[in-house]
């Protein structure tokens, strides 16, 4: 591990990416599960949601990756290809879901099902944040290859800036965008200087992880915690950290069995779809009377219905030929 050059980690990477994908889409559908509170589900309520960073760091990667091989126009039409018919068909979906129990059962007025951006899946803070940040990619590539450091330095400076006069509670917000957009600028500076990529670097993002989970495990969900001063250190420390939190997986996943690797590698392949629609089906079942299930198999029921779905929609758009 300790004499892993920095071709032999982005192998790893390359190697366990969707397995990686799919050990933090379950996290985050952990994490986003409302039935069970104690241990050991708690540990996804308070550090699931790091998936995210997971995601945006990978994704950083690739897009540097794309955009080293096609042109900018070849760039863009694979990105629309592959997000675009997921989100309209998920949304358009999820919607259906909504609108048919709407007919069934009366629901509240205070749960507000549907809004403007649902059939777009624009509901969702990460879509409207991948969509960004794909859109300003190529400049970030091209920033990146003449003056990388100094771009890091503005979009740090960015993140500053945002934390201290414009962060909200609200992941509606904008700001939401801003502050995660250096760990995806991270993970574009991993492929565009390989060389920094090391161990050492992979040990200095380690000591950065460990200060995240410190402070989690401290303040938890307290008021304190959502502070500027250390809210702004966490999301700092966490952008640092994801590096570690997605090298220390590929170790993790290297000593498992290779059939949980390619469960987890299957689930993987269809994490967006799985991101798109798990939320609406945990809402869905209780509104439909499934409060006879005990919580636990509530969260299996919605997860492995999640799953299902997921799976049929990315099928069904192979099929359609939106998906390569």
């Known amino acids: 591990m300790f004499q892993q050059s920095s071709e032999q980690i982005l192998n790893d990477f390359s190697k366990y990416r969707s397995a990686v994908m799919g050990v933090y889409i379950l996290s985050i559908a952990l994490f986003h599960q409302h ?35 096609y042109p900018i126009s070849i760039f863009f039409q694979h990105r629309i290809k592959r997000l675009l018919p997921s989100c309209i068909f998920c949304g358009i979906l ?16 205070e749960i507000d099902l549907i809004d403007w951006g649902s059939p777009l899946s624009l509901d969702l803070w990460y879509i409207r944040a991948i969509i960004v940040y794909y859109v300003i990619s190529p400049l970030l590539y091209r920033f990146m290859q ?14 500053i800036i945002n934390e201290l006069f414009f962060k909200t509670s609200d992941a509606g917000s904008p700001s939401w965008i801003i502050e995660r957009l250096l760990v995806f600028c991270i993970g574009m500076l991993l ?8 161990v050492h670097i992979i040990i200095v993002s380690t000591i950065f992880l460990i200060i995240a989970i410190f402070i989690v495990a401290t303040l938890k969900n307290s008021v304190s915690l959502y ?20 090298y220390l997986s590929v170790l993790f996943l290297k000593t498992m069995c290779s059939t949980l690797v390619s469960a987890l590698n299957w689930l993987g392949n269809f994490s967006l779809e799985i991101y798109l629609i798990h939320q609406s089906i945990y809402t ?9 299930c005990p919580p636990f198999g509530m969260l299996i029921l919605c997860l492995i219905l999640s799953f299902f779905i997921a799976y049929t929609c990315k099928y069904i758009l192979n099929i359609l030929c939106f998906h390569k």
């Open 35 to 69: 039935f069970l509170h104690s241990f050991p589900w708690n540990i996804f309520h308070y550090y699931g949601y790091w998936g995210v960073d997971v995601f945006l760091l990978l994704s950083g990667m690739g897009m540097v990756n794309a955009l080293s091989k």
């Open 94 to 109: 999820k919607c259906a879901i909504y609108l048919l129990i709407g007919s069934v059962i009366i629901i509240p007025k």
């Open 191 to 198: 492929m565009v200087k390989k060389k920094i990529l090391s």
């Open 146 to 159: 003449h003056a990388p450091w100094m771009t890091i330095l503005a979009v740090f400076i960015l993140f």
């Open 227 to 246: 502070s500027t001063i250390p809210w702004t250190i966490y999301i700092f420390t966490l952008a640092i950290g994801a590096l570690a939190l997605t």
């Open 284 to 292: 869905a079942l209780p509104l439909i009377g499934c409060n006879w």
